[in-house]
């Protein structure tokens, strides 16, 4: 049922593996002989931060965060941490990872946040980005994917909490979000 709102698909489930391992490989060069703190921002992250926390074999902790500035398909600017980190940061090495960098506006609040307590270093990876939706000046670390401006679920992502476990990124049918 899911399969016929999506108008194509982006990443195969193959090509999403073969990216993931790439990246842990970027990743485990940047923190090697360190044991970071992998922070997931939730819920869009939980597949890609769990495939790329499996490709790393250094010691390592996890935590997560949960932030959010949209409500259906539009980001309303304001970014709201609804969760927050566990543990102290202050003099850690902390990879934030995330599903999607979009406007920025989400990202930019939450590594800000981070900054400020002091991390020995805070680096950002993300599955995709979308570069031409930017309004905040930020960039990533390590990126998976370079996508255009379109409306992707799968692999995690979602529109209105469905179709995060689709094996692959797809662009959904505008149909289904301009109802």
């Known amino acids: 049922m899911m399969e016929q709102d999506i108008q194509e698909i982006l990443f195969s489930q193959e090509a999403l593996a073969r990216r993931v391992k790439e990246l842990a490989g970027e990743i485990r060069r940047d923190y090697a002989g360190k044991a970071p703190l992998v922070v997931g921002v939730l819920r869009g992250c939980f597949v890609f931060m769990a495939d790329l926390v499996r ?17 259906g398909t539009e980001s309303s600017g304001k970014v709201n941490i609804q969760l927050d980190l566990h543990d102290d940061i202050a003099g850690r090495d902390v990879l934030l990872v995330e599903d999607i960098l979009d406007t920025g ?61 689709l094996p692959y990124v797809g662009i959904l049918k505008p149909s289904v979000y301009q109802r």
């Open 105 to 165: 506006n989400t990202l930019s609040k939450l590594v800000a946040e981070l900054k400020s307590r002091n991390p020995a270093s805070l680096k950002l990876c993300v599955l995709l980005d979308k570069p031409e939706r930017r309004v905040r000046p930020l960039e990533a670390d390590y990126v998976g994917f370079t996508i255009p401006d379109a409306f992707v679920v799968g692999y995690g992502l979602d529109y209105e909490q469905q179709y995060r476990n």
């Open 55 to 71: 490709e790393l074999d250094f010691p390592l902790t996890l935590d997560f965060m949960a932030a959010s500035s949209y409500h």
